[in-house]
Every structure is written in C-alpha cells, then in structure tokens.
C-alpha cells in the first residue's frame, strides 16, 4: 500500500481515497457530501436571492441612454493645451448648461482616445450651446492637428428605441427557456429540467441583483452577457446531469447505493471538471474587465465584463450546488426510489452485523456476499453499455437464447 495515498473500504464496499483537498478533488471518490447538505445549500441560495431580489426592488438600476433616451456628445482627447480630462469636459458641460451630464467618460487610448459625454435629451439650440462652449474651452484638434469644431459630434437615441431591444431581449429570453425545458425533457426527464431551470433563474437574479449593487449602467452589451452566461449555465449543469444519468442507469434494480448518493457521486466526479472549465473562462474575462476598462475606459467592455463574471460565478456555483440537490429533493418523492433507499439500508445493516460477528440467529443472510458481487457485476455492465457502443449487435431472441445456460444456437443455422 502507497503510504502517500492511503486507501480504506467503506461498508458498502466502495474504495474511497483519504489525502489532501487536491487530492480528493482530483479523484472523484465522493469524498465531499454536497447533496447530503441539500437543506443548507437551499437556505444559503434562498436568502441569496431574496438578498438580490431585495436589492433590485430598492435601487433599481442605472439604464443607459440606449434604453431611456438622450444626447451624446463625442470628441477627441486632444486640444490645443494637450490631453482633454474628463472633469474639463464635464465642467465646460456645466458651464454652458448649468447641470452635470448624466455620464462623462473617456474611451481608447493615444491618438484615438475620446471623451464622451451623455445626457438627457437636448435641443437642437442646447446642443449647440454646449458644442461652442467645449470648443471655445478645450480647442478639440482635429485629423490635421488645428482645433476644430467640426470634430465634437452629437447624437440623439430615442427611448423608443430602448424599449424596442428590451422587448426583443425578453422574447430571446422566452424562446430560449423554451427550448431549453424541451431539450431536457427529451434528453434526461421532468425533475432535471426542472432543476435547470431553477438553477438558471438563481443565475439570471443574481447577476441582476450584482448589478443594481454596483451600480453599473445597463446596455444593450448587458442583454448580450447576459443571454452568453445562461448558456454557459446550462453548459455547466447539462454535464453534471449526464453523470448523473451515467450513474444511476438501473439503480431501482441494484442496493448498492441510493440515488442521493449516486448523484453526489457524479457531482464528485465532475467537480473538478467544473472548476477548471470556470477558471480558464474567467481568465479572458477578467482581462476583459481590467484591460477593457481600466485602460482603454471602455463602458461597453466594463458592462460586457461585469455580467459575464458574475454569471460564470454564479453559474458555476448554481450548476453544483443548486441543481442537483433539487434533482434528488425530486426524484427522492417517488415511492420507487424510497422503496430502492430502504433496500440499500437493509443490506448495509446486514453487512454491519456481519462484519461484527453476527451470526445466522441475528436473521444475516448468508447469500448476501453473492448477491452484492452479483450487483457490482451488473453496474459495471451497465456502466460499459452506457459508455462504449456495442459493434457486434444481435438480435433480442439470440442475445436471449445465448444467456439459456448455453443452449442457444447461432443465428442462421439449423440443427439436423
């Protein structure tokens, strides 16, 4: 026995690997009882939402001038006295309107960087003004390096036109849960379908609610991240299922373990698939938001990249901790799988007084070691069935005849 990896049987006769974190990470043995805490994950992810949901209700959030309407003024972040700031922007704003601007910010970097400046819908007459004060100012230079005013542009968004994406956002949304609870339903059943889509509404809140917090401004680039991250959700939860699936195959015909337990088998045995698929999605996104933003002082990149990583996060989390353990909260409702639970307890039972000693007068059943090679057998096969495909199919009456104690005859061939 490897002193680095030590090993021990449990009562049920599974081999469980006892080490490091990594370790018990790595090797997918069951190790962490994430299903088992099923009430505690159902609070923690309750009070989350209401947290969000809260928040939202409370401040609301920052819609941008795609979906209220205003006024955009633009122009470069060179004059005549050298870089442009954005407060000299917002204060020649104030000068010629005596209000700030609803937003000032500065976009790119060098020759190409910009000042943009955003606000409620202006006149024609207020838009001049405020053009004439920011070239009389700030002498904005133009593509042959004299100050012109020609360089500081305006544009009008109508709220109309808001309401128009946010419409075409929710009928996206709509279809796509559509399609979604179609898909899950054919593929696995009603309980994981069910259970995805729980997972994916925690996702859709959370972000939701992030965003009311910080405050960020929502745009169209937000509808976008946010319709990008359910999908990765999905993704997420789909791959835990299939284990799922995977692993309890034929398991109302077997007492080796129950379906809480071999769902959190699964989870055990995709966890560090998830995080490793989370961690290297993270990475261009964090780039996104640090380089996007920071440097370049792009609002669409930073909106882009805040729903994203709060989706992943939220995601990753939802599709381990959320959406299985409402799986098995469901499907532990059907008489079967109860019935199947108490046979699994029995046989533990008797292999507990078993292996202290019991004897024939404590009602052990002596066939009990048989019958439980005879079961692990089974689930191998089942197990191969579901991940290699069969080359060399037969009919049903000859893989029959062939399991009659080998009395069966070839396919095709007559005995004289």
Same mark, same amino acid.
């Given at each position: 026995?490897?002193?680095?990896?030590?090993?021990?049987?449990? +009562?049920?006769?599974?081999?469980?690997?006892?080490?490091?974190?990594?370790?018990?990470?790595?090797?997918?043995?069951?190790?962490?009882?994430?299903?088992?805490?099923?009430?505690?994950?159902?609070?923690?992810?309750? +009070?989350?939402?209401?947290?969000?949901?809260?928040?939202?209700?409370?401040?609301?959030?920052?819609?941008?001038?795609?979906?209220?309407?205003?006024?955009?003024?633009?122009?470069?972040?060179?004059?005549?006295?050298?870089?442009?700031?954005?407060?000299?922007?917002?204060?020649?704003?104030?000068?010629?309107?005596?209000?700030?601007?609803?937003?000032?910010?500065?976009?790119?970097?060098?020759?190409?960087?910009?000042?943009?400046?955003?606000?409620?819908?202006?006149?024609?007459?207020?838009?001049?003004?405020?053009?004439?004060?920011?070239?009389?100012?700030?002498?904005?230079?133009?593509?042959?390096?004299?100050?012109?005013?020609?360089?500081?542009?305006?544009?009008?968004?109508?709220?109309?036109?808001?309401?128009?994406?946010?419409?075409?956002?929710?009928?996206?949304?709509?279809?796509?849960?559509?399609?979604?609870?179609?898909?899950?339903?054919?593929?696995?059943?009603?309980?994981?379908?069910?259970?995805?889509?729980?997972?994916?509404?925690?996702?859709?809140?959370?972000?939701?609610?992030?965003?009311?917090?910080?405050?960020?401004?929502?745009?169209?680039?937000?509808?976008?991240?946010?319709?990008?991250?359910?999908?990765?959700?999905?993704?997420?939860?789909?791959?835990?299922?299939?284990?799922?699936?995977?692993?309890?195959?034929?398991?109302?015909?077997?007492?080796?373990?129950?379906?809480?337990?071999?769902?959190?088998?699964?989870?055990?045995?995709?966890?560090?698939?998830?995080?490793?698929?989370?961690?290297?999605?993270?990475?261009?996104?964090?780039?996104?938001?640090?380089?996007?933003?920071?440097?370049?002082?792009?609002?669409?990149?930073?909106?882009?990249?805040?729903?994203?990583?709060?989706?992943?996060?939220?995601?990753?989390?939802?599709?381990?901790?959320? +959406?299985?353990?409402?799986?098995?909260?469901?499907?532990?409702?059907?008489?079967?799988?109860?019935?199947?639970?108490?046979?699994?307890?029995?046989?533990?039972?008797?292999?507990?007084?078993?292996?202290?000693?019991?004897?024939?007068?404590?009602?052990?059943?002596?066939?009990?070691?048989?019958?439980?090679?005879?079961?692990?057998?089974?689930?191998?096969?089942?197990?191969?069935?579901?991940?290699?495909?069969?080359?060399?199919?037969?009919?049903?009456?000859?893989?029959?005849?062939?399991?009659?104690?080998?009395?069966?005859?070839?396919?095709?061939?007559?005995?004289?």
């Amino acid at each position: 026995m490897d002193s680095n990896n030590p090993r021990r049987t449990n +009562a049920i006769g599974e081999t469980a690997t006892e080490g490091s974190l990594l370790q018990r990470l790595y090797t997918g043995t069951g190790a962490f009882d994430i299903v088992g805490h099923r009430r505690r994950w159902f609070l923690v992810f309750g +009070a989350l939402l209401l947290a969000c949901a809260a928040t939202i209700g409370i401040k609301g959030f920052n819609f941008g001038i795609e979906f209220e309407g205003g006024t955009q003024i633009q122009m470069p972040a060179r004059g005549a006295d050298g870089p442009i700031t954005v407060d000299e922007a917002q204060s020649a704003f104030s000068e010629a309107l005596g209000r700030n601007p609803s937003e000032t910010q500065q976009v790119g970097v060098g020759d190409a960087a910009s000042v943009q400046l955003r606000s409620e819908s202006l006149d024609p007459g207020e838009v001049a003004e405020v053009k004439q004060v920011l070239f009389d100012e700030l002498q904005p230079l133009g593509p042959n390096g004299q100050p012109s005013q020609q360089v500081i542009s305006d544009s009008a968004v109508s709220a109309s036109w808001g309401g128009e994406i946010s419409q075409q956002a929710l009928i996206a949304l709509a279809v796509f849960l559509v399609l979604v609870t179609v898909f899950l339903v054919i593929y696995f059943e009603k309980w994981m379908a069910v259970a995805a889509l729980v997972a994916l509404v925690h996702d859709i809140v959370v972000t939701a609610g992030v965003y009311s917090l910080v405050g960020f401004e929502v745009t169209p680039a937000t509808a976008i991240g946010l319709l990008t991250i359910l999908g990765y959700s999905l993704y997420d939860t789909v791959v835990v299922f299939d284990k799922v699936k995977e692993n309890t195959r034929g398991l109302l015909n077997l007492s080796r373990r129950t379906y809480p337990e071999a769902a959190n088998l699964a989870v055990n045995q995709t966890l560090m698939r998830s995080i490793n698929t989370s961690l290297i999605a993270l990475l261009p996104v964090v780039g996104l938001l640090v380089i996007g933003y920071i440097l370049l002082g792009s609002g669409t990149l930073q909106d882009l990249a805040l729903v994203l990583m709060t989706g992943l996060i939220a995601g990753t989390f939802s599709s381990i901790l959320l +959406a299985t353990p409402i799986l098995v909260s469901g499907k532990m409702r059907d008489p079967k799988y109860l019935k199947q639970a108490d046979k699994v307890r029995a046989r533990r039972e008797n292999q507990a007084r078993k292996m202290n000693g019991a004897t024939a007068d404590d009602d052990f059943d002596p066939g009990d070691d048989e019958s439980l090679a005879a079961e692990l057998r089974k689930e191998k096969a089942l197990a191969a069935a579901a991940s290699v495909p069969d080359r060399h199919p037969r009919s049903k009456r000859g893989a029959r005849d062939s399991g009659q104690g080998g009395a069966g005859r070839p396919t095709g061939k007559r005995k004289r």
